[in-house]
């Protein structure tokens, strides 16, 4: 039977397991949900685990503000041995010595921090990259790999966990990084090897964080399955944009997609961190907020238990013009008493 349109309208978390690709994954929250419109937010090789971000139904259109946030990963560069894919499910295409510095904790900390900061990465040849129209690893599938353009990134932080060996006897480095939107792992470890003189690629992925989901706010898909709408996650939370609340009758004046007059709006803001006391948070975890509006600052809208639209406020004409409206809503959550 073809998938329609559900009616259901959320985002979920999903702790996409090893061997999956991000395709698959999205294929089983369509059945899940029975819903066509299914989208991520950052594709995982099917060799990486972890956090994984999906929007249902019309919920979809929130990807391009959430696409571009950061990404958060823990990763193991095996040294000594490259491949054609970066990762360890590829053909080994060199093998050479390992430096002895390598093996030294210090040096190794050294050059791991010395990543952080912006640099320009090549994509990899197994890479969803499109040149002409033509898919980067469909190229390289046929042996005929594309040139790829260089893209500017950058690294946030960079952290050496441990060094230690796999069992084939291959050094290897235990790293956390905090990174930007595009950012390939894969490349980074094949860069680092030869910047250090050796050929190296990944033998261990997983994305710890992608934006302001975390992996301990995934499920795996088998639970998704069980929970259902149970498992819905606040998109108003993982926008991490500020938001103002308007009533049932405010809100019938702006569904219409006209603008909403700036002055004299309560703003409220989410409050990050373990153990964050104030005066005046609501039990979500909001508090109001007194900074003013900054010029193109986006805001969510909310109404009742829902996300209504995405505002961008304009100071020269002291307005917020709608930049995405849902005429459902976005649910905040499942209710299963429907407040």
């Known amino acids: 039977m073809k998938r329609g349109a559900s009616g259901h309208s959320l985002v979920v978390g999903v702790d996409k397991p090893y061997g999956m690709g991000s395709h698959d994954v999205v294929n089983r929250v369509r059945r899940i949900f029975d819903e066509r419109r299914v989208g991520h937010t950052g ?18 259109r929130l990807s391009p503000y959430l696409t571009s946030q950061e990404k958060s990963y823990r990763f193991t560069v095996s040294f000594g041995c490259s491949t ?57 599938r046929n042996d005929a790999a594309l040139e790829l353009a260089p893209r500017r990134v950058e690294v946030y932080e960079a952290v050496l966990r441990g060094i230690g060996h796999c069992p084939s006897g291959l050094l290897e480095w235990d790293i956390e990084a905090r990174v930007s939107k595009g950012t390939y792992i894969r490349s980074l470890a094949r860069d680092m090897g030869e910047s250090l003189g050796t050929p190296a690629h990944i033998s261990r992925l997983v994305r710890t964080a992608s934006g302001h989901l975390a992996l301990d706010d995934c499920c795996t898909l088998d639970a998704l399955e069980a929970q259902g709408l149970n498992a819905a996650l606040d998109p108003v939370a993982l926008l991490g944009c500020r938001l103002l609340f308007l009533t049932e009758a ?59 639209g995405l505002y961008r406020f304009d100071q020269h004409i002291r307005l917020l013009r709608p930049q995405c409206i849902f005429s459902t809503g976005v649910i905040r959550g499942f209710d299963p008493e429907g407040r």
């Open 250 to 308: 405010e809100w019938g004046d702006a569904a219409n997609g006209s603008p909403l007059k700036a002055e004299g709006r309560t703003l409220f803001g989410f409050l990050r961190g373990p153990g964050t006391k104030e005066k005046g948070i609501r039990a979500d975890g909001i508090a109001e907020s007194e900074e003013a509006m900054e010029a193109g600052e986006l805001f969510s809208v909310v109404v009742g238990i829902a996300l209504r």
């Open 84 to 140: 054609d894919t970066d990762d360890a499910s590829g053909r080994v295409l060199q093998s050479a010595p390992v430096p002895d510095e390598l093996s030294d904790p210090f040096f190794a900390q050294g050059f791991v921090q010395s990543l952080v900061g912006a640099h320009d990465q090549v994509p990899p040849a197994y890479s969803a990259v499109k040149v002409g129209g033509v898919r980067s690893y469909a190229a390289a």
């Open 43 to 60: 594709t995982l090789d099917p060799t990486a685990q972890g956090a994984m971000l999906l929007c249902v139904g019309p919920a979809t």
